[in-house]
T-cell receptor
């Protein structure tokens, strides 16, 4: 069975500081993709970053980077130089690749609040 | 990335009525997904909709309650039938594009 665990229900960070949001996963699939989404109060799910299980380099997208440690089954999101607009819910997600029954599953989320 | 729109963006409905949510994608996609997010919760997959075949529902969701149409490769609808206050949620459609997955802006439903 697949599972995503986010152990931080909420976090407060000072503006301009870096923040790490934790995510661990469990899967028996050899090929899978890991995702991070941002959900502001408006409710939309904004795709932030993707990491494939066979990617050797950690994914980066602007201020977002994914600290992928395959042996530890962790996929932490790092946001550098946080901004007030980063305040939102953040969801880690995973999907097996190359499977006919492929569906994305989500963690419980972390609410990030940036202090001015 | 795929651009996804949903209508309506929000609605307030009375119990016992039904609401149909539309999802439009700017490109042809094989599979479309419908998710529900209850207040304060994470996302739960309702069903997967392939064009030309019946939708595949996840455990706990049934076609009579959440009928889905998929008439072509860019459009799908989800109906929430015989609504109760427990159906108050955000409903999101989603598509795969390669290895990535994108979501529509969501429909915020409140049932009174």
């Amino acid at each position: 069975a697949q599972k995503i665990t986010q152990t931080q229900p909420g976090m407060f960070v000072q503006e301009k500081e870096a923040v790490t949001l934790d995510c661990t996963y469990d899967t028996s699939d050899q090929s899978y993709g890991l995702f991070w989404y941002k959900q502001p109060s408006s409710g939309e799910m904004i795709f932030l970053i993707y990491q494939g299980s066979y990617d050797e380099q950690n994914a980066t997208e602007g201020r977002y980077s994914l600290n992928f440690q395959k042996a530890r089954k962790s996929a932490n999101l790092v946001i550098s130089a946080s901004q007030l607009g980063d305040s939102a819910m953040y969801f880690c997600a995973m999907r097996p690749l190359y499977s006919s029954a492929s569906k994305i599953i989500f963690g419980s989320g972390t609410r990030l609040s940036i202090r001015p | 990335s795929a651009v996804i729109s949903q209508k309506p963006s929000r609605d307030i409905c009375q119990r016992g009525t039904s609401l149909t949510i539309q999802c439009q994608v700017d490109s042809q996609v094989t599979m479309m997904f419908w998710y529900r997010q209850q207040p304060g919760q994470s996302l739960t997959l309702i069903a997967t909709a392939n064009q030309g075949s019946e939708a595949t529902y996840e455990s706990g969701f049934v076609i009579d309650k959440f009928p889905i149409s998929r008439p072509n490769l860019t459009f799908s609808t989800l109906t929430v039938s015989n609504m109760s206050p427990e159906d108050s949620s955000i409903y999101l459609c989603s598509v795969e594009e390669g290895t990535e997955q994108y979501f529509g802006p969501g429909t915020r439903l409140t049932v009174t």
